[in-house]
C-alpha cells in the first residue's frame, strides 16, 4: 500500500512539473487475484477527463482441453480536481458466465481496457495474476446420499455442515465445520425446528438442509437465508425414527435438490420432492410406491433417484420421463451410494454384514405404474462387518475415485473402506477390496458413538491432496462432539490380521480387518476434528 502511495506522488508531481507528455485516458493497473471458483481485478489509473469503462478480457487455459475466456468491464469515475486518477474493482464467479473449472491447472493471461466512450481513444496493458496458475480438482458433491452430513468443497476449502439433532433426537441447529485447510472454530446457525439432513452445493456455495417438520433451510456460508416449507402432509416412518420432510440430496449440475418427504396421498406414505434452487420453488409431491430409503442419491448424468428401501425394494425414480421403477431384490435395504461415473449402485442391508451392488449402465426398465427395473447384481457378504452396530447401515462414495465408507449406527464405532470396481457395463459388479476397523477413543477420551438415523457419514475428494476421505461423526441421541476424518486409501493399506472382526472379536472368517495394535490416529488415517 505504501509503494502505491509513492507511486501516485510521483506522478502527480511528474505531472505538475511537465515531466510527463501530454497523454489522456492512461490504465496502468490491472491486478486479478483468482481461485478455482471466481476472481476479483482491481483496475487503476490517471488523466481521466470524465466517466469511462474499463473491459477486460481473462482467459483460463487448462493443460489439455479448450481455453475458456470470459469478458467483462468495470464503470470508472475519475477523482474530482485530482488529475483524473480513477480505480474501480469487480468479484465475479466463473459460473456467472456459465464457466466451471473441472480437475486441472489452468494459466491465466488477460488485458484490460480503457476506452473513451466518445472517441476511438484507448489504452490496454496486460493483466498481472495472482496466482498465474490454478490447480483446481472439481469441487463436488455430486451422488452423494442425503445423509446428515453436507460437505462443501470449494476452491482449497472443504466445510462440513453438521446437524445437531436427527429423526429420534429434537435438539435445534447445525454447526458449520471447516476440516481443509484449517481447523478453525466451528459456527453455530439457529433454527426454530430440528434439522436432520443437510446437502451441499460446490459450483453455487448453497446448502440446503431438511426438519423433521416441513422447514427446509437455505444457507449460504454460515448465514440462514431464508425458510421454505416442503409438501409433507404425514409422517414417514423408518427404523431409526419419523420425519415430515426426512432428507435432502443435491443435484450440482441442474442446481436442484431431491427432498424425501412423507406423503398421506401415497399408499407408502411417502414420496419425494423437487426443489429448483435458482427460483427456490417447489415442485408438486411425487408419491412414492414403494417406501422412500432413509438415504436416496440422486444420479444427475442418468437422471436417476435411487432409493432402496426397508422392505426390500431397489426403487428408481426417472427425473428425465418421469416414472418409478422397482426392483425387489429383498433385505432390509437402508441407504443408497453409487460411483456415478461408473454407475456402480450400493445397498446397504441393516441388521446384517451384507451389501448390494448392482451395475445401472446395464439396467433395462419395464414400464407400469409403478414400472421396474433389472440389472446385474448380488448381495456381498463382509465378515469383518459383523461387529456393525445394527449391520451395514450408513455409505457414502467419495465422488469419482472408486472409494467408499460403509459404517454402522445408533452408538456403533466400527466402519469399513471399500474399493469398488474402475470398470461396468459387462457382467455382475462386486467389490474389489476392503478393509474394516474401529474408531479410536475421541481426543475428550470417550469411546465414538455413532450418531441417528438418517446417518451421520459422507465422503469426499480432498481438493488439496487429492485423497478420498470418509466422514463420520458421533452424536448418539446428543448434538455431535467429533468429526472422524478417515484417509479411505490409509485404510485400505493399513496392515491386517486374520481371524478378528472390525471390532478386535475373534472370527473364524475375517480376514480384512485393521490390526487392533495399529494406530490409526498416529499414521494419519484418522483425525479428529471438533463440531462443538
Not at 262 to 284: P, R, V, W, Y
Request: hydrophobic share 35%; charged share 10%; glycine share 10%.
Amino acid at each position: 500500500m505504501k509503494q502505491r502511495s509513492m507511486f501516485w506522488a510521483l506522478v502527480i508531481a511528474l505531472l505538475v512539473v511537465g515531466a510527463l507528455p501530454a497523454v489522456a485516458n492512461i490504465i496502468n493497473e490491472a491486478n486479478v487475484t483468482a481461485t478455482c471458483t471466481g476472481y476479483t481485478i482491481t483496475v487503476g489509473g490517471y488523466d481521466l477527463a470524465k466517466p469511462d469503462t474499463v473491459t477486460y478480457t481473462i482467459t483460463l487455459t487448462p493443460a489439455s482441453g479448450t481455453p475458456i475466456t470470459i469478458t467483462d468491464s468495470i464503470a470508472v469515475v475519475p477523482i474530482p480536481h485530482d488529475h483524473g486518477i480513477y480505480s474501480g474493482t469487480n468479484t465475479q464467479t466463473w459460473a456467472h458466465y456459465g464457466a466451471t473449472l473441472g480437475s486441472s491447472s489452468y494459466t491465466l493471461t488477460g488485458k484490460a481496457t480503457l476506452v473513451e466512450l466518445k472517441s476511438p481513444k484507448y489504452d490496454t496493458i496486460k493483466i498481472k495474476f495472482s496466482p498465474d496458475t490454478l490447480s483446481c480438482a472439481v469441487a463436488s458433491v455430486t451422488c452423494l446420499p442425503s445423509s446428515s452430513l453436507g460437505v462443501l468443497v470449494q476452491s482449497t476449502n472443504v466445510v462440513t455442515y453438521v446437524p445437531n439433532g436427527a429423526w429420534a433426537s429434537s435438539p435445534t441447529g447445525l454447526q458449520v465445520v471447516q476440516i481443509e485447510p484449517t481447523t478453525p472454530a466451528p459456527t453455530s446457525i439457529s433454527t426454530p425446528n430440528t434439522v436432520n439432513s443437510c446437502s451441499s452445493n460446490s459450483v453455487t456455495g448453497e446448502t440446503v438442509c431438511s426438519s423433521n417438520v416441513t422447514d427446509v433451510y437455505l444457507i449460504t456460508g454460515t448465514t440462514l437465508n431464508s425458510t421454505l416449507s416442503s409438501g409433507a402432509t404425514t409422517y414417514a416412518g423408518f427404523s431409526g425414527g419419523e420425519c415430515e420432510t426426512c432428507g435432502v440430496a443435491m443435484n450440482e449440475t441442474a442446481n436442484k435438490a431431491v427432498l424425501t418427504i412423507g406423503d398421506s396421498s401415497s399408499s407408502s406414505l411417502s414420496g419425494i420432492q423437487l426443489l429448483d434452487l435458482a427460483s427456490n420453488t417447489l415442485s408438486a409431491p411425487v408419491p412414492a410406491a414403494y417406501q422412500v430409503s432413509e438415504d436416496v442419491v440422486w444420479d444427475q448424468s442418468r437422471n436417476l433417484i435411487l432409493s432402496p428401501d426397508e422392505g426390500g425394494v431397489y426403487d428408481l425414480f426417472n427425473t428425465s420421463t418421469g416414472g418409478e421403477f422397482g426392483n425387489s431384490i429383498g433385505g432390509t435395504l437402508d441407504s443408497a451410494a453409487e460411483d456415478c461415473k461408473t454407475g456402480i449402485a450400493l445397498a446397504t442391508d441393516e441388521f446384517t454384514s451384507e451389501l448390494y451392488i448392482t451395475d445401472l449402465t446395464q439396467a433395462t426398465f419395464t414400464a407400469g405404474t409403478p414400472g421396474s427395473w433389472t440389472a446385474p447384481g448380488q448381495f456381498q457378504n463382509f465378515p469383518d462387518f459383523e461387529a456393525f452396530a445394527a449391520g451395514t447401515d450408513g455409505i457414502a462414495v467419495a465422488p469419482g475415485v472408486e472409494l467408499a465408507i460403509v459404517t454402522g449406527e445408533f452408538a456403533g464405532n466400527t466402519f469399513g473402506a471399500l474399493q469398488l470396481p474402475s470398470t461396468s457395463g459387462t457382467g455382475t459388479p462386486g467389490v474389489v477390496d476392503f478393509a474394516a476397523a474401529a474408531l479410536p477413543p475421541t481426543p475428550d477420551g470417550n469411546t465414538f458413538a455413532q450418531g441417528l438415523d438418517p446417518h451421520t457419514v459422507t465422503a469426499y475428494v480432498s481438493p488439496n491432496s487429492g485423497k478420498a476421505y470418509g466422514l463420520i461423526a458421533n452424536g448418539y441421541f446428543v448434538p455431535p462432539t467429533y468429526l472422524a476424518v478417515i484417509d479411505l486409501q490409509g485404510l485400505l493399506s493399513a496392515p491386517r490380521l486374520a481371524g478378528v472382526d472390525a471390532a478386535g472379536n475373534p472370527c473364524a472368517t475375517c480376514a480384512n480387518s485393521v490390526d487392533p495394535s495399529y494406530d490409526l490416529v498416529a499414521h494419519g488415517v484418522v483425525t479428529y476434528v471438533a463440531t462443538q
